[in-house]
């Protein structure tokens, strides 16, 4: 097993130079495993790894894990069950974001959608405002939070009894 012990972001100066390595493994992960810093995995060749990452890191789609032996993992955000908020009026978005945030629901937010993991629950709401949802498996990388940075202690609350949600408290 490769145990993967560090993190390099893509704002990172080193990420250049770490991810051209041809020898670099990937690894599908969805939100629920970005959010654990220590945890078992299987990466797309089949192997397996351990991350013994810092406590409280948050991994982005794109993120590269490495250990002291220079084996290099880039974290690719795999597909999952998603609901997709579409809509051309900016303001109909915002409400959805705002009812939405209110929930403590993770979003990936983009010009002319929203999209978060799938609720019927939440499906329903965002359908009661008019807006369009359309669910489909995909990546899903939502917005770290205004107070999220590097090393902030993260942890979860299920609201739903459906799913996992990140959430922070800035310290």
């Not at 590269?64 to 999952?80: G, Q, R, T, Y």
């Not at 359908?127 to 359309?134: A, D, F, K, N, T």
């Amino acid at each position: 097993m490769i145990k993967l012990t560090k993190k390099i972001t893509p704002t990172e100066s080193a990420y250049l130079e770490v991810s051209q390595d041809e020898n670099i493994k990937i690894l599908y992960m969805n939100l629920d495993m970005r959010i654990r810093s220590r945890q078992r995995a299987v990466l797309e060749d089949g192997q397996e790894v351990g991350l013994f990452l810092e406590r409280g890191s948050l991994i982005r789609g794109g993120d590269i894990l490495i250990n002291d032996a220079s084996e290099k993992v880039k974290v690719l955000a795999a597909d999952e069950c998603v609901s997709t908020v579409y809509s051309d009026d900016a303001l109909m978005l915002a409400k959805a974001a705002y009812h939405l945030g209110n929930r403590h629901v993770p979003l990936q937010i983009e010009q002319g959608w929203l999209r978060y993991q799938h609720d019927h629950v939440l499906d329903d709401m965002i359908q009661r405002m008019g807006l369009r949802i359309e669910v489909s498996h995909a990546p899903f990388e939502p917005e770290a939070g205004a107070y999220q940075q590097q090393g902030q202690h993260t942890h979860s609350h299920d609201h739903s009894h459906e799913r996992e949600e990140s959430h922070n408290h800035a310290h």
